[in-house]
């Protein structure tokens, strides 16, 4: 019995290897892309359904105006820096993924484990996508959408609304992922352009003058006024930093952009995430925050978008879910490949869309978006802890590296013993969800390189 | 040429998207009037850049 699991774990890594085989090898030199590219896809990437919600959710967590701004800008800057001298620099040397880096590092056994936990997260995400995409269509057929502290589905309507456009964002998925992505590519910036459309056609609801006059005194006392809606906590500068910096944890210190950045010239090119993180992420989130001032305070992303601008706004919202969505999806179902052996490409991706349709029913994931978003990069940071840790430390230590690959070993356990310590200790900590990830990452760091100098001593002792 | 007239009129339609509110918040346009123009402009950018990423 005892030797089952291990042989089981040890055939499904070796399904794992096959699927990603194709980015197995270091990127060669001839492969390598320009700065345009990397700007472009930052752009391109960091305007999501989700934007919509985030942005709004800064008003009703009664955010001052200065605090937003400074907030975001500092935040933002963070994460484009955390890319630069975190993920690139590690990407440009290794030429790897964080698979197939993590192989090496972790052994397969553990890369298995965490491929299954992105896929599961990877199916919350695509749900609140689903969910943001619903407020648009349920808007044609008045389906009420749930209230911010609603946990379980509502109503009927909204359920049948939710399950079906995830039943249709599944099929669409099916049909054939590579056709779709480059239609979304048609869509990503026409989304973009509806965030800016909507906050400045909000501006006269709001009752700024068209000389821009009041503005700031519209923005002040209207949008970002400093007074939390009902039940909901009040955020400084500081909730605002932590949450721009750590909304793309999972790719920046997680180390998940290793695959973006391998095509890298140099890992300087990590400052073209401020792309992502200036016109994209900042820009949305501040007109999302308008647009929502306009309609009381609603949380309803698809009345939000209608009544900023028209009918167009409401296939914005659907299409900003769908785009968003699709990847997601896709991502999914290959993470899951790995364990239903012999599944065609088609069965997996109903699989994980049935179980994303799911849980799109249930408003939580979607009312507690900036919650989620938190857990979601703090369950993945302790990894791209310890890769950093091996990557950078080790060497200046002295301490072996590559203990998996060099031992053959399926699972290297003191990373997994960090991985599940830190969350655990993170648990604990008496701090905001929001900044548990900081300390966690150092702990994380410092525990690694800690447990493999203790076992390293011991085994050249054995 | 026909991607080049489908780069053209996608690029003049996705102006077109972001100077629609504007007039409207400047007054110069009626709110119906925007929301019509900006709709059929966006559906420009649909035809247009779509036309153009499949001849790439």
């Given at each position: 019995m005892g030797e089952i699991m291990p042989v089981k774990i040890a055939e499904v890594a070796s399904r794992m290897d096959k699927l990603y085989?194709?980015?197995?090898?270091p990127v060669t030199e001839d492969k390598l892309q320009s700065g345009r590219r990397f700007a472009g896809l930052f752009a391109g990437e960091?305007?999501?359904?989700?934007e919509f919600v985030i942005g709004a959710f800064f008003v009703l967590h009664g955010v001052t105006a200065r605090d937003l701004i400074l907030g975001l800008l500092v935040g933002n800057l963070l994460a484009v820096l955390s890319w630069t001298f975190i993920c690139a620099p590690i990407a440009v040397q290794t030429r790897l993924t964080l698979y197939w880096y993590l192989q090496k590092i972790a052994g397969p056994g553990l890369t298995f484990l965490y491929n299954i936990a992105n896929a599961f997260l990877y199916c919350i995400l695509a749900g609140a996508m689903v969910s943001v995409a619903s407020t648009a269509v349920g808007l044609g057929f008045g389906i009420e959408t749930p209230a911010l502290t609603d946990v379980y589905p509502s109503s009927i309507g909204w359920v049948v609304t939710t399950f079906s456009i995830g039943v249709a964002f599944t099929i669409l998925a099916i049909l054939g992922f590579e056709k779709l992505s480059r239609f979304a590519g048609v869509c990503s910036p026409w989304i973009f352009v509806v965030f800016i459309a909507g906050a400045v056609a909000t501006l006269p609801k709001l009752g700024v003058h068209p000389n821009l006059d009041n503005f700031w005194e519209v923005m002040t006392t209207?949008?970002?006024?400093?007074v939390p809606t009902e039940g909901q906590e009040r955020f400084g500068l500081w909730h605002i930093a932590f949450f721009a910096w750590f909304a793309n944890l999972a790719m920046h210190v997680g180390l998940s952009d290793m695959a973006l950045f391998?095509?890298?010239?140099?890992?300087?090119?990590?400052?073209?995430s401020a792309f992502g993180m200036y016109p994209g992420h900042m820009l949305a989130w501040l007109c999302s925050g308008i647009m929502v001032a306009a309609i009381g305070r609603e949380m309803n992303p698809g009345l939000m978008a209608y009544t900023a601008v028209g009918v167009a706004g409401v296939f914005g919202v659907l299409l900003a879910g769908w785009t968003t969505a699709n990847p997601t999806l896709y991502r999914v179902g290959l993470a899951l490949q790995v364990i239903t052996p012999g599944w065609p490409r088609w069965k997996i991706t109903l699989a994980a869309g049935m179980v994303t349709a799911v849980l799109a029913c249930f408003p939580v994931f979607f009312m507690k978006l900036l919650d989620y978003v938190a857990i979601y990069g703090l369950v993945l940071m302790p990894i791209g802890a310890v890769v950093f840790a091996e990557h950078w430390i080790f060497p200046r230590l002295g301490l072996p590296r590559y203990r998996a690959e060099e031992g053959k070993l399926l699972l290297n356990w003191q990373a997994l013993a960090v991985w599940v310590g830190t969350l655990a200790v993170c648990r604990f900590l008496p701090l905001h969800l929001f900044y548990l990830w900081l300390p966690g990452w150092f702990l994380a760091v410092a525990a690694y390189t800690l447990l493999v100098k203790l076992t390293a001593k011991e085994a050249r002792y054995a | 040429m026909l991607k080049t007239v489908c780069a053209a009129v996608a690029a003049v339609s996705l102006l077109t998207c972001l100077a629609a509110p504007a007039a409207y918040f400047q007054g110069w346009l009626a709110e119906a009037a925007f929301e019509n123009l900006f709709a059929a402009a966006s559906l420009g950018w649909f035809v247009t850049a779509t036309a153009y990423a499949s001849r790439k």
């Open positions: 085989e194709f980015d197995r090898e960091h305007v999501a359904a989700t209207k949008v970002w006024n400093g391998r095509y890298a010239r140099s890992w300087k090119y990590g400052l073209y | -």
